[in-house]
C-alpha cells in the first residue's frame, strides 16, 4: 500500500512552520482511495482562463493543463471529476448574490462582472481547452463555496458516489478555492488542496490562503507527493 511522503518541496519552510504549528509535521491524512476521491475543479471558465480573461491579471492556460492532466489520473482511479462554474442569476432572484455584489464590488465593476458570468455569457463558459469527459459533472455555484446556495446538492451527491476524498483546485486560493475547502472540512470529508493546482491573482494572496488552508482545513502538498492507495504515485 502506498502512502503520502512526510516532505513537500516548493512550499518555503517558515510557510509550513506558521501553519502546522499545531501538529507534529506536515501530513494531514494517509493514502487516498481513488475510487472514493471527487476532484473538484473551480472557475477554469473564460472569465479567468486565456488571453484578456477579465478576471485574471495573467492567463491560466498553463494551470488548466496540469488540472486537465491530474483530473485524468483521478479518472484511472475511478473517482469523479467536478468542473464548477462560479455563476450570476439575475438582481433579484437566489442566484445573485446581493450581499457580495452590492456592496463589494464597485458599481463600475458590478455590471461587468455579474454580466461575465451569467449563464448566457461566452465568458461563464469552460475554457475550450477543459478536458470535460462524458462521466465529469458540470455545477453551476452561486457563491464562493462549492456547497453553498448551490441548486444541486453537491454533498448529498458526493455521499450518494461514495465519496470520502475531496480534492479542490482552480481559482483563487484563497477566495472560492479556500471557501470550498472550509465547508468541505465542516462537512467531514477529507480534504486536499495540491498548492501546484491553485492559484489567485495575487501572491500574498495565494499565500495567505495556503497558510489558512494548511492550518486547519486541508492537506496541502503538491501532487507528486500524492499516491493512491494501491497504485502507482500520481504523475505532476
Not at 480573461?53 to 488548466?64: H, I, T, W
Not at 453551476?140 to 446538492?153: C, L
Not at 462537512?187 to 489558512?212: E, K, N, W
Amino acid at each position: 500500500m502506498n502512502t503520502f511522503t512526510s516532505t513537500n518541496p516548493g512550499l518555503p519552510e517558515d510557510l509550513i512552520r506558521q501553519a502546522t504549528y499545531r501538529r507534529n509535521g506536515l501530513a494531514v491524512f494517509g493514502d487516498i482511495d481513488p475510487s472514493r476521491t471527487a476532484l473538484l475543479v473551480l472557475n477554469m471558465q473564460n472569465a479567468w482562463v486565456g488571453p484578456g480573461a477579465p478576471f485574471s491579471p495573467e492567463p491560466l492556460d498553463d494551470l488548466l493543463k496540469r488540472i486537465n492532466v491530474f483530473a485524468q489520473i483521478v479518472r484511472e482511479g475511478r473517482g469523479q471529476v467536478a468542473w464548477i462554474r462560479t455563476t450570476v442569476g439575475a438582481p433579484g432572484t437566489p442566484a445573485y448574490w446581493s450581499t457580495y455584489y452590492d456592496n463589494f464590488v464597485a458599481p463600475e465593476l458590478r455590471v461587468h462582472a455579474v454580466a461575465a458570468l451569467t449563464p448566457e455569457s461566452p465568458m461563464h463558459e469552460l475554457h475550450p481547452s477543459a478536458e470535460v469527459h462524458l462521466d465529469d459533472w458540470v455545477i453551476d455555484k452561486h457563491r464562493f463555496s462549492a456547497f453553498a446556495g448551490n441548486p444541486y446538492d453537491l454533498d448529498r451527491n458526493l455521499r450518494d458516489r461514495g465519496v470520502e476524498n475531496v480534492i479542490v483546485v482552480g481559482t483563487a486560493t484563497n477566495v472560492c478555492c479556500e471557501s470550498t475547502i472550509r465547508d468541505a472540512q465542516a462537512r467531514d470529508f477529507r480534504t486536499f488542496m495540491p498548492f501546484d493546482l491553485v492559484t489567485a491573482p495575487t501572491a500574498d494572496g495565494h499565500t495567505a490562503g495556503l497558510r489558512s488552508v494548511m492550518q486547519a482545513f486541508a492537506d496541502v502538498r503538491n501532487t507528486a507527493a500524492l499516491t493512491w492507495r494501491d497504485a502507482q504515485p500520481v504523475r505532476s
